[in-house]
């Protein structure tokens, strides 16, 4: 492995200094150090071009404090320095340097804080993408049985549903599968409606989502789910020959620990009922327990 470059290098000193600042206590004695140190250089020295040591340490305040941090940094130091050279006397000559350097700092800052915002957003689509199904935004199936094994692991009952599309196939078939991808899609945002913020929530095929709502009794995820039935009927998928989509599914119930020891045992038991519902027509719903509603 070759040594690290000069802007390697530079890019991993900014990134330890900033990590450093994180913690506001710190930050705001080093920024404020910072700020006593090149204005009392200033004083003794009679120097204005000092102040372009701060140039560094308004960079690092927008990269751990954002974007109002560094422009308050910036504007305390240009303008401190400003009122020193001015006090000094400035010539003709110098005004365009002191311009450039008032504008220059709250500049640093905030390229800083861009910096760091592309940062966090770069982060964070790395952590969607390793936790989230591209297409529908929900958890990907790693991620959904760790769900459900902490939630097996803290002693907390849930329950499973299983949604499985009907006429997925003939619909990947006719028309391709980005339509039948936007029939999941569709499903998805019912099941966030009806479902709520607490529930958790995977694509487990091409065309099945499993939902599990921790807490929840059977006849509470049957009142869900015929909430999903009511809203599909008004969110068809637009077919490319101007046709509608009506979305059906069969879905199956099941829930810990009535139904399994652990989370595998309890989709297994989702799954089995789901089959059930789907030999008894569109949109019915099956239990574990043997029930078809």
């Not at 308050?72 to 130091?77: E, F, L, Q």
């Not at 006429?167 to 899609?185: D, K, S």
């Not at 009511?230 to 989509?245: A, K, M, N, T, Y």
Request: proline share 4%.
């Amino acid at each position: 492995m070759g040594k690290p470059t000069l802007p390697g290098r530079t890019r991993a000193l900014l990134a330890d200094m900033a990590a450093a600042l994180r913690p506001e206590p710190v930050r705001i004695a080093v920024l404020v150090g910072s700020l006593a140190i090149s204005i009392g250089l200033h004083l003794a020295l009679r120097d204005g071009t000092v102040a372009w040591l701060l140039v560094p340490f308004v960079l690092v305040a927008g990269i751990a404090g954002g974007t109002r941090t560094a422009l308050a940094h910036a504007t305390v130091g240009a303008l401190g320095h400003a009122a020193l050279d001015v006090a000094f006397g400035i010539g003709p000559a110098e005004v365009l340097g002191l311009l450039l350097r008032s504008a220059a700092l709250p500049g640093v800052g905030l390229v800083g804080a861009a910096a760091a915002d592309l940062t966090r957003a770069r982060d964070q689509a790395v952590r969607r993408s390793v936790r989230e199904d591209a297409v529908t935004g929900l958890l990907n199936v790693r991620v959904f049985y760790e769900e459900l094994a902490r939630l097996r692991e803290a002693g907390t009952p849930f329950t499973v549903l299983l949604a499985d599309i009907r006429g997925m196939r003939a619909l990947n078939e006719r028309y391709g599968h980005p339509t039948g991808t936007e029939a999941v899609r569709v499903l998805a945002h019912v099941l966030r409606r009806a479902a709520g913020d607490e529930f958790t929530a995977c694509r487990l095929g091409s065309d099945e989502v499993a939902v599990a709502l921790a807490g929840e009794d059977r006849e509470r995820t049957r009142e869900i789910v015929q909430r999903v039935i009511s809203r599909l009927h008004d969110e068809q998928v637009v077919l490319p020959d101007g046709e509608w989509f009506e979305v059906h599914a069969a879905y199956g119930l099941a829930r810990f620990p009535e139904d399994g020891v652990d989370e595998v045992a309890v989709l297994r038991a989702a799954d089995r009922a789901k089959e059930r519902a789907k030999s008894a027509g569109l949109d019915r719903i099956a239990s574990a327990d043997g029930s078809v509603g």
